[in-house]
């Protein structure tokens, strides 16, 4: 317990703290509990929140007593933006979206032996407070210079949109969370991204004024890519953690192409690997760039730890056998379709040229061109060499009734679909 906030440092994620000697005595003396909570303003959970998951994972593992919470109650309302107004979704698609997160949460803590996580939706006790509780109970313990002082908040007033009183009123939200779970849990730490410094402040005034108790608070530090460029974005928006919205291949890709300069920081905050070996495989990206051995590992560590080591299994194995390093055919559907989605496209039906696939995928620039690859034993179907230009796509090259993988030389990838 005593070293816990050292690691956590030395992993990158810390940014701020309430009062650090304070919260380092009470972990040292602990164990404690503490809380993040994660509104369902969306069906799933993204990058940012792997963060805080990741950072309840290690205070559970140092001996401290995780509570989760979903905002069943504020993910009604949602966090002020920093431009516009939020679209308020209904409460049968927020309980939708709750129970998701709750299955997602349920992969990242231990629920079970002698310190089981909690996890608690917020709307049991907020949906039963009634408005002149709130007023008296909750609301004349904060003011309003302090609530207007808010970045968030501040920048949309000033804003020609402004900001309504339901967005405005999210932070009294929030702090009652923290107030409501160190009354039931005993919480005396909320965690969450620095973005959110003002909201969890309002949690520890709110325990202060009604209490008497100083409470703390800890944030993690917005995650940047080392040339600039924002962390998590991808073409498909967001980096989810449900296989539904970012495949297991896809999200084995995106860990996969960290740059040698982001790999070793994104281990540290991303995995759960030891000093040693975090150095070992920093050594490896000064040394051996080209094997992508640190990449590797980061892509595999993540996406078990998200997906489970089968999913793993199965990504790996499409990648290697794109390149034709193993059997296409014992890919499953989903799998080759995920693996083959960003690929260049040709629609093809049985009995379509290869010559053609080739062309209408972009892998040769004319049938003239694709004679040559053919020629040159340099065309490939499913990683078959094609022995002649008049070869045909036949029933049995579709895998699974739809995909063909067209390669020309040793990297370069195509998808021949059938729809």
Not at 81 to 100: I, P
Not at 253 to 282: C, M
Not at 292 to 311: F, Y
Not at 385 to 407: F, N, P
Request: glycine residues 8%; hydrophobic residues 45%.
């Amino acid at each position: 317990m005593t070293d816990v906030l050292d690691e956590l440092h030395w992993r990158g994620l810390v940014a701020q703290t309430t009062d650090e000697a304070a919260l380092r005595d009470a972990l040292s003396e602990g164990p404690i509990a503490y809380y993040c909570g994660f509104d369902p303003t969306a069906p799933s959970l993204h990058h940012g929140h792997l963060v805080q998951l990741i950072l309840l994972r290690h205070l559970q593992r140092a001996g401290h007593r995780a509570v989760a919470l979903v905002g069943g109650a504020t993910g009604m309302i949602g966090d002020p933006r920093q431009s516009g107004e939020r679209v308020l979704n209904t409460k049968e698609t927020v309980a939708d979206w709750s129970e998701r997160l709750k299955a997602q949460i349920s992969r990242f803590l231990d629920f079970e032996g002698d310190n089981p996580a909690v996890l608690v939706n917020n709307l049991d006790w907020i949906a039963g407070m009634s408005a002149i509780d709130f007023l008296r109970d909750v609301g004349k313990h904060y003011r309003l210079g302090t609530m207007l002082a808010k970045d968030t908040v501040a920048r949309r007033l000033s804003s020609d949109e402004g900001i309504s009183f339901t967005e405005f009123s999210y932070q009294i939200l929030q702090g009652i969370d923290f107030l409501e779970l160190y009354r039931r849990h005993g919480v005396t730490l909320q965690t969450g991204g620095n973005d959110q410094w003002g909201n969890l402040l309002s949690g520890v005034e709110l325990v202060r004024r009604t209490e008497g108790e100083a409470v703390h608070v800890m944030t993690t530090p917005l995650i940047t890519k080392a040339d600039g460029t924002k962390f998590g974005k991808t073409e498909g928006g967001a980096v989810w953690l449900a296989p539904d919205l970012m495949s297991p291949y896809a999200f084995y890709q995106y860990w996969l192409n960290a740059s040698d300069s982001d790999v070793v920081p994104w281990l540290k905050i991303f995995t759960f690997r030891s000093r040693e070996e975090i150095a070992e495989l920093e050594r490896e990206v000064a040394e051996r760039p080209f094997a992508r051995v640190a990449q590797k590992t980061l892509a595999a560590d993540v996406t078990t730890l998200v997906h489970g080591a089968a999913a793993t299994e199965a990504v790996v194995a499409a990648s290697q056998a794109l390149f034709g390093r193993g059997e296409l055919a014992t890919l499953d559907a989903e799998t080759l379709g995920a693996a083959t989605a960003e690929l260049p496209r040709a629609d093809v039906a049985v009995g379509t040229p290869v010559l053609d696939a080739l062309v209408d995928s972009g892998l040769v620039a004319s049938r003239a061109a694709g004679r040559r690859a053919v020629a040159d034993g340099g065309a490939y179907v499913n990683n078959a060499k094609v022995e002649s230009e008049d070869a045909v796509l036949r029933a049995e090259d579709l895998l699974h009734g739809r995909y063909a993988v067209l390669r020309r030389g040793k990297k370069t990838l195509a998808v021949a679909v059938a729809d």
